[in-house]
């Protein structure tokens, strides 16, 4: 009787059909279960984060490796997403009252965190940045809630602790935020500034409305429940609609009598939401249980004020205040700014004589040298990887033989219709669309780019996707589980 063939054994092809059928999770899983899997299933991430524009902000994750479009979980309408990270969202969802709360959702596993309110108007928050994996009782966020503002908000607390004013010079603003490890934030502005957040250090705490919550479902969920096929006696279209309409009516009333139990619970009902009577000012949600967190220019010798001219080079210099987009990334340990001109091609006159162009969407890549004067330097490669920016947390990953990948570029969102990934080729100097597979949207639907989309399983490598595959041993893997990173190293040892 001939032997059983092992999972590890199936044959590519039929492996790759089977993914095809299989949702962005279990593919995700499935990659993991061995290296044969791995190596036959291209890897999900990068993708593009892509909503369809009706009533149900249905997010799907266009993966540029794989050459499909994931559906992902489908999000209450009026959401706004301020923020992606290993897998995560961070939305901004308005409620009845006028006022804004902010959720962390993971849209694969279904699980969402509930943050405090912030005092801040929701137009102000332009980025929010998280810890990998938050959880209920253990995480830390930080956003720009001003054009000088930084607001940041840890486990247990009851509402964000807004910084004072970052020191700026005139007319500069703050335009990105990058989360590190050890609970570092760095801050960049308009002009080339940067200034690091250090948050407090992380401790598992019990979350501020977990006794209003109680232990069966949550007081308010962004999470859309499916809508009913067709109309029937017992199942009305706007059923879920109303339930989601109490719900964040009962999460702004919690608050409120939560500070003085003799409000009564008072609302006036319409055709099909439900408004709360009174609203009460965010200043009086309860005490603040964040612990302090200090702001510290990059740059803190002598304590002087920020000046382009000392830290970039001729003609960079002047170029810093024509290239309005920028973003912070590591890449291999090092830090990185990424300018963008976003407005029109324009030519500088030089200070010490000559002209500049600057091109409409040139994108210069600056390195930090911390040791040289002008400490910020133009590179013209990446030694193979690439820089991914926007409203995510950037990301950098080496590229070579990963599918639909090209190295020593830099892929940004916007273009000609201002909501598509492009990607910028560091050696011809140019941007091009960058190919992503369609969305399960019917033809000639609206859609909307938002941002990257990174899972969590990424981890940064310095070897190729293919090799990793065809080698069992040198240089980490890419796609892999911690789990399956643990494995794979102590077979190579054992070997």
Same mark, same amino acid.
């Given at each position: 009787?001939?032997?059983?063939?092992?999972?590890?054994?199936?044959?590519?092809?039929?492996?790759?059909?089977?993914?095809?059928?299989?949702?962005?999770k279990?593919?995700?899983?499935?990659?993991?279960?061995?290296?044969?899997?791995?190596?036959?299933?291209?890897?999900?991430?990068?993708?593009l984060?892509?909503v369809?524009?009706?009533?149900?902000?249905?997010?799907?994750?266009?993966?540029?490796p794989?050459?499909?479009?994931?559906?992902?979980?489908?999000i209450?309408?009026?959401s706004?997403c301020v923020?992606?990270s290993?897998?995560?969202?961070?939305?901004?969802?308005?409620l009845?009252?006028g006022?804004?709360?902010?959720?962390?959702?993971?849209?694969?596993? *279904?699980?969402?965190?509930?943050?405090p @309110?912030? /005092?801040?108007?929701?137009r102000?928050v332009?980025?929010?940045? $998280?810890? +990998?994996?938050?959880?209920?009782?253990?995480?830390?966020?930080?956003?720009?809630?001003?054009?000088?503002?930084?607001?940041?908000?840890?486990?247990g607390a009851r509402?964000?602790?807004v910084?004072?004013?970052v020191?700026?010079?005139?007319?500069?603003?703050?335009?990105d935020?990058?989360?590190?490890?050890?609970?570092?934030?760095?801050?960049?502005?308009?002009?080339?500034?940067?200034?690091?957040?250090?948050?407090?250090?992380r401790?598992?705490?019990?979350p501020?409305?977990?006794?209003?919550?109680g232990?069966?479902?949550?007081?308010?969920?962004?999470?859309?429940?499916?809508?009913?096929?067709?109309?029937?006696?017992n199942?009305?279209?706007?059923?879920?609609?109303?339930l989601?309409?109490?719900?964040m009516?009962?999460?702004?009333? *919690?608050q409120?009598r939560?500070?003085? @139990?003799? /409000?009564?619970?008072r609302?006036?009902?319409?055709?099909?939401? $439900?408004i +709360?009577?009174?609203?009460?000012?965010?200043?009086?949600?309860?005490?603040?249980?964040?612990?302090?967190?200090?702001?510290?220019p990059?740059?803190?010798?002598?304590?002087?004020p920020?000046?382009?001219?000392?830290v970039?080079?001729p003609?960079?210099?002047?170029?810093?205040?024509?290239?309005?987009?920028?973003?912070?990334?590591?890449?291999?340990?090092?830090?990185?700014?990424v300018?963008?001109?976003?407005?029109?091609t324009?030519?500088?006159?030089?200070?010490?004589?000559?002209?500049?162009?600057?091109?409409e969407?040139?994108?210069?890549?600056?390195?930090y040298?911390?040791?040289?004067?002008?400490?910020?330097?133009?590179v013209k490669?990446?030694?193979?990887h690439?820089?991914?920016?926007?409203?995510?947390?950037?990301?950098?990953?080496y590229?070579?033989?990963?599918?639909?990948?090209?190295?020593?570029?830099?892929?940004?969102?916007?273009g000609?219709g201002?909501?598509?990934?492009m990607?910028f080729?560091?050696e011809?100097?140019?941007?091009?669309?960058?190919?992503?597979p369609?969305v399960?949207?019917?033809?000639?639907?609206?859609?909307?780019?938002?941002?990257?989309?990174?899972?969590s399983?990424?981890?940064?490598?310095?070897?190729?996707?293919?090799?990793?595959?065809?080698?069992?041993s040198?240089?980490?893997?890419?796609y892999q589980?911690?789990?399956?990173?643990?494995?794979?190293?102590?077979?190579?040892?054992?070997?």
């Amino acid at each position: 009787m001939a032997p059983f063939r092992r999972w590890a054994d199936l044959p590519a092809d039929l492996l790759c059909r089977i993914g095809d059928r299989l949702d962005l999770k279990w593919y995700a899983s499935a990659r993991g279960a061995c290296t044969a899997w791995r190596c036959a299933l291209a890897p999900p991430s990068p993708a593009l984060l892509v909503v369809a524009n009706d009533a149900r902000w249905c997010p799907y994750a266009a993966s540029l490796p794989t050459r499909r479009s994931f559906e992902l979980t489908a999000i209450v309408s009026g959401s706004r997403c301020v923020g992606s990270s290993n897998g995560w969202l961070a939305l901004s969802v308005v409620l009845f009252s006028g006022g804004t709360i902010f959720v962390l959702l993971n849209p694969i596993a *279904a699980v969402e965190i509930l943050l405090p @309110p912030l /005092i801040y108007e929701s137009r102000w928050v332009s980025k929010v940045v $998280f810890t +990998p994996n938050p959880a209920k009782d253990d995480f830390a966020a930080a956003a720009i809630c001003d054009i000088d503002r930084i607001a940041y908000v840890t486990a247990g607390a009851r509402r964000w602790a807004v910084i004072d004013p970052v020191r700026l010079t005139n007319g500069d603003q703050l335009t990105d935020v990058v989360y590190t490890d050890k609970g570092r934030v760095y801050c960049l502005t308009k002009c080339g500034d940067v200034h690091v957040l250090r948050l407090p250090e992380r401790r598992c705490r019990k979350p501020a409305n977990a006794d209003e919550a109680g232990p069966s479902e949550p007081p308010f969920s962004v999470l859309q429940p499916p809508q009913p096929a067709e109309r029937t006696n017992n199942c009305r279209p706007l059923r879920w609609q109303h339930l989601r309409n109490f719900r964040m009516m009962r999460h702004e009333q *919690a608050q409120t009598r939560d500070q003085d @139990p003799t /409000i009564p619970l008072r609302v006036t009902f319409c055709a099909e939401t $439900f408004i +709360p009577y009174k609203k009460f000012p965010p200043e009086s949600q309860g005490p603040h249980l964040n612990a302090p967190a200090t702001v510290e220019p990059l740059l803190c010798e002598a304590n002087l004020p920020f000046d382009p001219a000392t830290v970039f080079p001729p003609p960079y210099d002047t170029v810093s205040s024509f290239t309005s987009a920028k973003n912070l990334v590591f890449c291999e340990g090092n830090l990185y700014q990424v300018w963008r001109n976003a407005s029109c091609t324009v030519t500088l006159q030089l200070p010490t004589g000559g002209q500049r162009r600057v091109a409409e969407n040139e994108i210069l890549v600056l390195r930090y040298y911390p040791r040289r004067q002008p400490c910020w330097d133009v590179v013209k490669n990446l030694g193979g990887h690439s820089l991914f920016v926007g409203r995510n947390n950037a990301v950098s990953m080496y590229a070579e033989g990963v599918p639909g990948l090209r190295g020593n570029c830099v892929y940004w969102i916007g273009g000609r219709g201002r909501d598509q990934g492009m990607v910028f080729d560091m050696e011809s100097g140019s941007s091009t669309p960058c190919r992503a597979p369609p969305v399960s949207l019917l033809p000639g639907h609206p859609h909307s780019t938002i941002c990257w989309y990174f899972l969590s399983d990424l981890m940064s490598i310095n070897n190729s996707y293919n090799s990793s595959c065809s080698s069992s041993s040198g240089g980490r893997k890419v796609y892999q589980t911690r789990a399956r990173a643990r494995a794979d190293l102590g077979q190579d040892m054992e070997e």
